[in-house]
């Protein structure tokens, strides 16, 4: 009956569209009460633009769903007594990052604050470190009795191919092949998610940096590799098979030293940790099992070489930088790594390697320190499992 049809075809656009809707103004709202707690029913309205009546029907919702308490009742001019709202943080997520040399499985709350840690060191055998993952996991979740586990985010120092459920891409790791999300997922009954650490540094800045405003920004996680992470257009990009961002494998100099990744002369062998400290020893100073951090330190205390090394590592980290300012015309580069402890010695020889190559038109981001004690991949595991409820909605 093709009258029939066409009756009942506009109700249910018309039921998809305000499902739709109800939907982000939900978001909205959620992520309002995240961003700007404690908040009144009042400011949410005027700051999201919604009816009074819509934002009401909302928080009751969001109420009844324990995702959000009615704080302390506040005072203002003229009588008015606003019941406050703010984000419950009885609702805790399993964060854990997983690095080449330790592995930290943390509990967290909805607000980004960490309740508690374990720190493993990462076992060469992804078996191994799987199980003892695993029973981390486990404990955590057991010390979290009184309260709700959202799920479990993972960085990974690699790619992760989300439809194949592997880990594709690690050359610091040198795992190949690995499931890393159904093991906890069967031991847990939670959802888990795995992402790659730069990606994972990219959620952390727009949800807990508030740079939610900023709709193409890069993060370089600087390490025993380095990795990006791109945020375009208000998304993560993640390409075919996650593999999107691999700047750090993109040679500098093709006849350069050999690569984890079987390349040679990419960009990690010049810009990484790794490649300061073989600077260092090839100005003829023997480094032994001396590390990055002991590195700066010894800058610090006047060892020439020391900063000349330093200094090597971040002309190369601003040169490897301009493929990515040519390739994506980010407003704004968050470095990430220890280096950013240094950045009176870093961030001016990077912004000039950067400016020295802003092609006619582009503009010159703003390269940024992200000022962290290592834990911006757990806080971006965090935002990694939130966003299912919150969106990744740019406000
Ligand atoms: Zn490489």
């Known amino acids: 009956m093709p009258d029939q049809k066409q009756a009942d075809a506009p109700k249910r656009i018309q039921g998809a569209s305000s499902e739709f809707v109800r939907d982000i103004n939900r978001r909205i709202v959620l992520n309002l009460i995240r ?13 999201s633009g919604l009816q009074r009546s819509t934002v009401s029907l909302i928080v009751e919702q969001l109420i009844a769903e324990h995702w959000v308490l009615e704080g302390p009742t506040g005072r203002l001019p003229r009588g008015r007594r606003p019941t406050f709202l703010r984000l419950n943080d009885e609702r805790v997520i399993i964060a854990v990052d997983i690095r080449p040399v330790q592995t930290t499985v943390a509990v967290a709350d909805a607000n980004g604050r960490f309740l508690s840690q374990e720190i493993m060191a990462t076992s060469a055998d992804p078996d191994v470190l799987m199980r003892s993952l695993t029973q981390s996991v486990e404990r955590l979740i057991g010390g979290s009795r009184k309260k709700k586990v959202e799920g479990v985010g993972i960085s990974v120092p690699g790619r992760y191919d989300h439809s194949a459920d592997r880990l594709v891409f690690a050359p610091n790791l040198k795992w190949q092949d690995v499931d890393i999300r159904n093991p906890i997922a069967r031991a847990t009954g939670l959802e888990v998610t795995v992402e790659n650490a730069a990606n994972a540094c990219v959620l952390a800045a727009v949800w807990f940096d508030r740079m939610e405003e900023c709709r193409n920004l890069v993060v370089v996680t600087i390490s025993e590799g380095i990795g990006t992470g791109v945020w375009a257009n208000g998304r993560l990009v993640r390409g075919l098979n996650g593999m999107a961002g691999e700047f750090g494998h993109v040679p500098l100099d093709p006849n350069g030293p050999p690569c984890g990744c079987g390349g040679n002369g990419c960009w990690e062998v010049f810009g990484s940790n790794r490649a300061a400290l073989r600077y260092y020893r090839e100005s003829g100073v023997e480094p032994g099992d001396m590390t990055f951090l002991d590195l700066l330190g010894r800058a610090d205390q006047g060892d020439k070489r020391a900063a000349k090394a330093l200094e090597t590592m971040a002309r190369y980290v601003g040169r490897g930088t301009r493929m990515v300012v ?11 790594g220890d280096l950013t402890r240094s950045w009176h010695r870093f961030g001016p020889v990077i912004e000039s390697e950067v400016q020295a190559q802003v092609l006619p038109g582009g503009c010159v981001p703003k390269v940024i320190p992200a000022y962290e004690d290592g834990m911006a991949r ?3 595991t965090v935002a990694l499992v939130l966003q299912k409820d919150f969106g990744t909605l740019a406000l």
Do not use: F, N
């Open 35 to 47: 961003t700007r707690h404690p908040i009144s029913r009042a400011d949410l309205a005027r700051l």
């Open 326 to 336: 040519a390739g994506l015309a980010p407003e704004r580069i968050i470095i990430v």
């Open 378 to 380: 757990l806080r971006g």
